[in-house]
């Protein structure tokens, strides 16, 4: 456990408070198998004290107890300012099970709640649970969602809505803002006691070295430089990467409101409340780098254990100067998987450039026009290939189809080939934001089943699922615009 309760305020003994009549909403099945959870035919666990357990009502199973459930304090920087310690205001880690963290959230008030009351409304839940799992799918990084348990409770947000809890599993939930938590407090022991913990529980390789604390460094940027990659190359905008929501284990964390791209837009803002466009899709590597850049001024105190301060400096700054190198390999692999391009050259990433470029001035829908380059054969003309109709600089896409089928003509694969492995990285399925909401809406109505048609769906986000070919189909106009609040 991450966080031995130590009689100072970084972590409180935190049993959860108990939610009224709690009910299923939904239950990851592959995610209960990571725990060695047994679930019954319709997807619920055997033993039924879980709903208890996972609505904060209990804290005990059949095979389970969990006697020390913790709240743990974080600070961190949001929208780019300090804004001191701001959570765990409502996320209780109830302990470890098959070497993962159990956590829930949204069960009730903390020591660290502040004026907030310590609850996650059903809306929230559910679109935390869905994205998690679609995540996984995907194969991005991610913390898991086991369950959404709700409750009619009532909760205030803009309006009235209800209760509900997301138990969620991570091998830790460390974020950036706990190492910047303790720098800020200039408690050397407690980051040198945190630091440890991950190098013995997650980064033992970086034992191995005489500068451990450096190597450690550089791993989580490499671990979060390649995150961003894949966030990139799916599409995925994350809202509010605040530095408290970077997991310190390159996972994506922190659910909020986040969004797929449907029209592409490089600078497209998926969260409401973000005016400024910090966070936007074009944004996030930078904005990943710069939480880096928060990274390594917590961890000084640690460097400067072995170092001068000077030199200790040096040794984080050219760490952290990495990242945009790292960051840009990863980038063009994805996208050059992306394109079928398996033989690198280096005029590869004007093309994928100008392909960004394209889509972006017709607002062509992201996940389909990576999906349908698949289908083009090298033999083919340009004014065979239908995706070019989505364009409306019809010159400009003639002319990269004719440059593109000149590049695929140098791949030594065959068409057949060279598509089943760009169907394994250009998904069909992403959680557009049109179609959780659908989901929701019918949750508010006490109407669950499509929450688990959607998790079966996204759970096999790179087969074609011809039956279901309306969920990979771009939002009609007046869906497109759906924007999150970080009300949640
Ligand atoms: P977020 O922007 O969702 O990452 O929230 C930042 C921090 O605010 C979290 O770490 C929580 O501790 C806290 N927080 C958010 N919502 C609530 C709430 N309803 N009650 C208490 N704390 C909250
Ligand atoms: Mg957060």
Redesign the pocket.
């Known amino acids: 456990m991450a966080f031995p309760l130590k009689g100072d305020d970084a972590a409180r003994h935190t049993p959860p408070t108990s939610i009224p009549k709690p009910y299923w909403v939904a239950l990851s099945k592959s995610c209960a198998e990571l725990i060695d959870l047994s679930v019954t035919s319709n997807n619920l666990p055997t033993d039924q004290q879980w709903l208890e357990l996972l609505a904060g009502n209990s804290l005990e199973t059949e095979s389970h107890q969990f006697t020390n459930p913790i709240a743990s304090a974080?600070s961190?920087h949001?929208f780019g300012v300090w804004a001191g310690q701001?959570?765990?205001?409502?996320?209780i880690l109830l302990g470890d099970i098959a070497g993962q963290e159990l956590q829930l959230k949204?069960a009730g008030?903390?020591a660290?709640?502040?004026?907030?009351?310590?609850?996650?409304v059903l809306r929230s839940s559910i679109r935390e649970f869905l994205c998690s799992e679609a995540m996984y799918a995907l194969g991005i990084p991610t913390s898991r969602a086991l369950a959404v348990v709700g409750s009619k409770m009532p909760?205030i947000r803009e309006s009235m809505e209800t209760a509900a809890v997301c138990a969620r599993l991570a091998p830790s939930f460390i974020r950036v803002?706990h190492f910047e938590h303790f720098a800020s407090l200039q408690n050397t022991e407690r980051l040198r006691e945190l630091a440890d913990d991950l190098l013995a529980n997650h980064y033992p390789n970086c034992l191995d070295s005489a500068e451990s604390y450096l190597a450690l460094f550089q791993n989580i940027c490499k671990k979060s430089a390649a995150l961003v990659a894949q966030w990139q190359a799916v599409g995925f905008c994350h809202g509010?990467l605040?530095s408290?929501?970077i997991s310190a284990l390159g996972l994506t964390i922190?659910y909020?409101p986040f969004g797929f791209l449907d029209q592409f837009q490089i600078d497209h803002i998926c969260n409401h409340s973000d005016h400024s466009g910090r966070y936007a899709y074009h944004r996030q590597p930078q904005i990943m780098h710069w939480n880096m850049a928060c990274l390594a001024s917590a961890m000084l105190p640690l460097i400067e254990l072995s170092h001068a301060s000077e030199e200790a400096q040096t040794l984080l700054r050219s760490a952290l100067e990495e990242f945009p190198m790292t960051y840009a390999a990863d980038w063009q692999k994805s996208f050059r998987d992306k394109l079928g391009l398996h033989m690198p050259e280096d005029a590869d990433i004007g093309l994928i450039e100008r392909l960004l470029q394209l889509m972006h001035d017709s607002r062509v829908d992201y996940t389909t026009l990576f999906r349908s380059l698949g289908a083009i054969k090298k033999d083919m003309l340009p004014e065979d290939i239908l995706l070019k109709d989505h364009f409306v600089d019809r010159e400009g896409i003639d002319l990269w189809l004719k440059d593109y089928l000149a590049r695929l003509a140098r791949e030594s694969l065959d068409d057949d080939t060279r598509r089943t492995l760009m169907n394994k990285v250009n998904p069909k399925y992403v959680l557009r934001n049109h179609l959780a909401q659908q989901a929701i809406s019918l949750a508010q109505q006490d109407d669950f089943s499509e929450v688990l048609k959607l998790l079966n769906i996204l759970s096999k986000p790179f087969d074609e699922q011809p039956e279901h070919e309306s969920y990979s189909q771009a939002p009609a106009d007046h869906l497109q615009a759906i924007s999150v609040s970080?009300s949640?």
């Open positions: 974080y961190g949001q701001l959570g765990d205001g409502r996320a949204g008030k903390t660290y709640s502040r004026m907030g009351d310590g609850r996650a909760v803002g509010v605040n408290d929501n922190d909020g970080c949640s």
